[in-house]
């Protein structure tokens, strides 16, 4: 897809991944339009690229068709919907089931259900002008494990089925669906600040064992995922290796993945 004069709209655009995606397409000559629940920062971003600072909150559908609606007021239609907007709320002390019900809705609103809207109101539209590009940030947690967070993991591996599905369902109207699969990244998510300094260890799951990439790294794989018309995109190219690992043999991944948490833990006999 031409990013040049495209109109863009990034939710999460304040902060970590989706605010170097906005330089990005900016600098790749698109409009952009940052939408975050932080307006204040929303608009800092936006300053700077001359762009439209937008408040939205991604867990409601209204919030998003009113977003749309405004950056195609200002911009024209929109060609590029990034929902990249995530949260991670962590288990709680007891285990993979014991986080409240508040924070499994709040990971599943926000990193999935967000994505169905964003497909709802963006495909019919994209359809009758002959296409368009949905990317969807989801984690390498949606295709392995995230220890430590099982809502967000839950929430991950729904938006990645989600994404096949939008994939293989409107591939033939034209719309191009860019799935992203970062392991960890440099953003206040796992605790660092907006400059990228550390701010000490986060225990963010060991999802850092092949280490952590800078936003604009990522960034640009998915400028070139996009580009490239790809639909899967892999920050930390040992992700391949180990989905295949997974996918040939199920019970050794788990097994695999039991000892790594008793490593993390400590609790290695
Ligand atoms: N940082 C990582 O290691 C990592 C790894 C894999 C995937 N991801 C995913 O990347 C995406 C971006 O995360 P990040 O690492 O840049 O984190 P971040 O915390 O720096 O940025 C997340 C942004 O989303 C916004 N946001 C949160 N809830 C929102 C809501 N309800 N409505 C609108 N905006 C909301 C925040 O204000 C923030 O600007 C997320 O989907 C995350 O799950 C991150």
Not at 123 to 136: A, D, E, F, H, S
Not at 238 to 258: C, I, L, N, P, S
Request: glycine residues 10%; contains cysteine; charged residues 20%.
């Amino acid at each position: 897809m031409e990013l040049n004069n495209t109109a863009a709209l990034v939710t999460g655009g304040a902060h970590g991944i989706g605010r170097a995606l906005c330089r990005a397409l900016h600098a790749a000559g698109a409009r952009v339009a940052v939408a975050d629940l932080d307006f204040a920062s929303a608009r800092g971003v936006a300053a700077e690229i001359d762009g439209l600072a937008l408040k939205v909150d991604v867990a409601n559908e209204q919030e998003i068709i009113d977003v749309v609606n405004r950056t195609e007021a200002e911009f024209g239609p929109v060609s590029l919907f990034v929902s990249n907007a995530g949260v991670a709320c962590g288990d709680g002390p007891n285990g993979a089931a014991s986080a409240p019900d508040e924070h499994w809705r709040t990971c599943l609103d926000v990193n999935l259900m967000a994505h169905v809207y964003a497909a709802r109101v963006m495909i019919p539209r994209m359809k009758t002008r002959g296409g368009g590009c949905l990317v969807n940030v989801a984690s390498a947690a949606g295709l392995l494990c995230q220890i430590g967070e099982a809502a967000y993991t839950a929430s991950k591996h729904a938006a990645v089925a989600f994404a096949e599905s939008l994939a293989i369902t409107h591939g033939d109207d034209g719309i191009q669906v860019c799935l992203v699969c970062p392991q960890a990244v440099a953003t206040r998510m796992t605790g660092f600040d907006d400059d990228g300094q550390a701010e000490g260890e986060t225990g963010f799951g060991g999802n850092d064992v092949d280490g952590i990439v800078s936003s604009d790294y990522v960034a640009d794989c998915i400028l070139d995922g996009i580009r490239e018309q790809r639909f899967l995109v892999l920050p930390h190219p040992e992700v391949t290796t180990y989905f295949q690992r997974k996918a040939a043999d199920h019970d050794r991944w788990v097994a695999g993945m039991q000892r790594f948490r008793r490593r993390m833990f400590g609790e290695d006999a």
